[in-house]
């Protein structure tokens, strides 16, 4: 587990269901395929509502046109991140747009579930509301260790909740890893 | 301990457990469909090599059912997935599209198939799997990567979860369905107002409820962030259970010391017909409320809203009279939509009952416009519409375009709004 992760911010707001993450007509590509899967981190946040979209002006898209990758690397959300569904699309879509964290008030647990156990990338809570403090395009950093978020644009920093139970998993690199070392799996 | 701790300790080997302990489950059922079956597949051949098989091909069930009446190649392509997977594991429980097998929404295909039985674990990659605990057992959504693992080694590790209750006294007025009560708890808690605890229902007015009707309250626990609903199991469970499998099972009781995270008590006949009004399931008014927003369709169907009883309450609402909004009809199930075409209302069939009253009627029993789905899918909004619907989700985006607008409210709510082509109370037709 790396001790630092700095990046660009893309900010959005409550309840930001998987529907709004990767909308549902593009869950028909394969994620095995190593072509067609970039299709998910070029279509990630696409179902936000475009006064919605990068925080707080609105209308930014999350990956530019004709590229997978995303200019933002850490997402900063607000309550109850990842509602709705359950598919762990949602999750590896922000994983194949290159992010690398998301920094949210509250998550809906099967979203954050499928965050860790799929090791997609690292799952914070804020101990505040961050989106009205944080602005799209902001540079950020987190220090791991120090549980703590830092907007270099603004030179605040912000405490962050500790990982937990979950810790383990993370630290294990995903569930599989995890089971692993429970010596639940042979192979 | 609680109904959904005492399922937990059976299947973990432990005599106790207490929430917040985390725990290797034992699992009874992982079921999957055709948009995450796929990704679980490829993760588990990564994980397991490719040579690998499932942990036991009686427990894993393979329903086809999101994204089934489309001309999109990608859509079929999973269903080709899925059918070459279940060939090669030589798993039986497959309900194969375009045969005889083929059964539709998962959440209540798993029950017509005796897949749901008292005191068991279920898992599925689908969020609405929590609709199973209307059977007395710890069902819950999963991402590909946790049903990946199932696949393998039959087990999973679980947070055993709090328990908020939910009591309601007295028996529903006639006006009212589950729907109305899930859509008020939801106002009442909010879409995270049970994020990773339980959701447990009781009380005389719950248990003089359908087994379809429980279903309705279970599959919604998820809109309030919980992670399964319960019901305690009775004679209507058993009968219904019995009466879809020969395989034994072992339900857990009510338990009177059990602690709660909290107990809330509602007297059902103080509830309203309620809507959930755009965009979240938790922006609570009353249909009253609401009365007079205009229409573009009415929308019945999905796992929520589309089982036999649903089109039953739609009929006596919609019998000997006119829809003035577009209204479509999509039975959930292959066996929904046979009751649909010979359950009889005096004298006439619920099919005739809508073809009169001018719905449009689904071709095929699937998850269709519920979800979005493709863009040539039966139902789907794709501008910026104004539909009620007997759905789960009216999320932005949620039934296809993220500018159309979505009421979330009972068969017989959305009835009564499809004939005036505003939102109505059903009462004005009761
Ligand atoms: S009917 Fe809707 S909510 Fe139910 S499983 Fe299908 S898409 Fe999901």
New binding site residues.
Partial sequence: MQDSIRGKAYVIGDNIDTDQIIPAKHLVYSLSDPEERKLYGKYAFSGVPDAAAGLPHGNVKFAPENDYRSPYQIVVGGKNFGCG?SREHAAEALQIAGVQAVVAESYARIFYRNVVDGAFCMPFESTQRLITEVKTGDELEIDIPAGTLKNLSSGKTYRLRPLGDVLDIIKAGGVFAYARQAGLLKT | MTMTEQVLAGHAGRKTVVPGDNIWVDVDILMT?DVCGPGTIGIFRKQFGPNAKVWDPEKVVIIP??YIFTNDQHAHRNIDVLRAFVKEQGLPYYYDVGTDKYKG???IALPEEGHTRPGEVLFGT???TCTAGAFGEFATGIGNTDAALIMGIGKLWVKVPETMRFEFEGPLPPYLMAKDLILHIIGDIGVDGATYRAMEFAGDGVMSLSIEERMTLC?MVIEAGGKNGMIPVDAVTEQFVKSKTGKPYEPVQDNPGARFHSVRRYKSAAIEPTVAKPHSPDNRATARECHGIKLDRAYI????G?KLNDFVAAATILKGRQVKTDTYIVP?TTEVARGVATTKLNGETLLETFQRAGAKIAQGA???A??GGPSDTFGRLNKSEVCIST???NFPGRMGSKTAQVYLASPYTVAASAITGTITDPREFL
């Fill in positions: 569904s | 469909h059912d999101h929404v998962c959440h689908d969020s609405h599959n169907g999905s796992c929520t589309g959930a699937s998850c269709a519920c979800l759905t789960n989700r």
